[in-house]
């Protein structure tokens, strides 16, 4: 009697997905949730705005940005959630423009337990700059987390784009 047994191999293999900041997850659907919702503009849809930013620059030509303005001001906050090892996310970043506060200070937390701060002081350049990883988080458990990003402080907030492994 013979026995035939077949042996399947099973290949995995890791990879990134993008969280949009105007269309969010395009493979779970799950969007990012703006707090308070009162306080973020969209795409430069800011007449007030001072800063500028170029849409061809930024992921899918959008971005969502709000400033809190004074310590005694809520802070604004972008959550994520999503199901991963890893999760980056990146910003613009304005360094100086006249008539406008551009120092970013923001705090991280997945799964409610810090995961430090991103902080940048504007340099006496006009520059802006694209894509900046502001949070790395890595070795994380392969399984759902949520990422909360805030203001720390008084700050300028322009968040592009998340990306998890």
């Known amino acids: 009697m013979c026995t035939l047994v077949q042996v399947q191999n099973c290949l995995s293999a890791v990879s990134n997905r993008t969280i949009d900041d105007f269309n969010g997850d395009l493979?779970?659907?799950?969007?990012?949730l703006y707090e308070p919702q009162n306080v973020w503009n969209?795409?430069?849809?800011?007449?007030?705005?001072f800063v500028k930013p170029d849409p061809s620059q930024a992921l899918d030509l959008t971005w969502h940005d709000s400033t809190q303005k004074s310590?005694?001001?809520?802070?604004s906050s972008v959550t994520i959630q999503f199901t991963g090892t890893a999760i980056y996310l990146f910003c613009i970043i304005p360094n100086t423009v006249p008539n406008s506060a551009?120092?970013?200070?923001?705090a991280f937390t997945i799964d409610d337990t810090s995961h430090g701060g991103y902080n940048h002081a504007p340099d006496a350049s006009s520059d802006i700059l694209y894509a900046v990883p502001v949070l790395s988080a890595e070795a994380l458990s392969n399984e759902p987390h949520t990422l909360v990003a805030?203001?720390?402080?008084?700050?300028l907030f322009i968040f592009d784009y998340a990306m998890y492994t």
Not at 27 to 32: A, K, L, R, S
Not at 102 to 106: A, E, I, Q
């Open 150 to 155: 805030r203001t720390a402080e008084p700050s």
């Open 42 to 49: 969209t795409d430069g849809n800011c007449s007030a705005c």
């Open 71 to 75: 310590e005694g001001d809520s802070p």
């Open 102 to 106: 551009t120092t970013v200070s923001l």
């Open 27 to 32: 493979i779970t659907g799950f969007m990012p």
